[in-house]
């Protein structure tokens, strides 16, 4: 496709369940980033894969968060024994080489009841 | 305090003014400063980009950066309605790939 796909859309899911959030980033972009954004908030860093390793994640919140890259492609984020405070929209970005310059996908809307 | 500091408004303008939109920061290790728009439930969409400190300009968009106030400005002339949209700054350091975004300006221009 043209640009970041990411699925779901939107997830409703109960405290305590198990949640994939799934990124296709832009055919031959090296880099994927996974950010989340809480309402009134700008995008926070998560994660950022360089090929199919995960060059830094210093912003993942604690273990129950995790995401893979097994193809250097499609990303999923695994986020484990949900919170309510997970609730948010969590945005995946993809860039070409090492440039600062991201390109977003519409993000998926998590709410946890 | 945040590393970036931006006013989260709302800013309400007629069609046609000239709109100022600003952060502050905090990190002076930041070398890449960038201004991101943001439609009601859509991801950011990369407007402007700037490498250290100056001036660049693309269409009716000027995006400024003074390292030494630590202070970044986007410049919108002739505002249109299709400009209504929150601004996000976002500034990384040399060689990082991590972004750190400002909480954004919800700007709304209005016929």
């Known amino acids: 496709g043209a640009g970041v796909s990411q699925t779901p859309s939107n997830k409703v899911t109960e405290k305590g369940k198990y949640v994939e959030l799934r990124c296709d980033p832009i055919?031959?972009?090296?880099?994927l980033y996974w950010y989340r954004q809480s309402l009134g908030q700008g995008p926070e860093f998560l994660i950022y894969?360089?090929?199919?390793?995960?060059?830094?994640d210093s912003g993942l919140p604690n273990d129950r968060f995790f995401a893979v890259r097994p193809e250097g492609s499609v990303s999923t984020l695994k986020i484990q024994r949900t919170e309510r405070g997970d609730s948010a929209v969590y945005l995946c970005?993809?860039?070409?080489?090492?440039?600062?310059?991201?390109?977003f996908g519409e993000g998926s809307r998590l709410t946890v009841l | 305090q945040k590393e970036v500091e931006q006013d989260p408004g709302p800013l309400s303008v007629p069609e046609g003014a000239i709109v100022s939109l600003n952060c502050t920061y905090s990190?002076?290790?930041?070398?890449?400063f960038m201004w991101y728009r943001q439609y009601s439930r859509k991801g950011p969409e990369l407007l402007m980009y700037?490498?250290?400190?100056g001036n660049k300009e693309d269409g009716r968009f000027t995006a400024q950066v003074d390292k030494s106030s630590k202070y970044i400005s986007l410049f919108i002339r002739d505002s249109q309605p299709s400009d209504s949209a929150t601004y996000l700054c976002a500034m990384s350091e040399e060689g990082y790939n991590k972004l750190i975004f400002g909480a954004g300006t919800r700007l709304a221009v209005h016929p």
């Open positions: 894969f360089q090929g199919t390793g995960a060059a830094d």
């Open positions: 700037t490498y250290s400190s």
């Open positions: 990190n002076s290790a930041f070398q890449y």
């Open positions: 970005a993809s860039s070409f080489g090492s440039t600062p310059e991201l390109f």
């Open positions: 055919s031959g972009h090296t880099a």
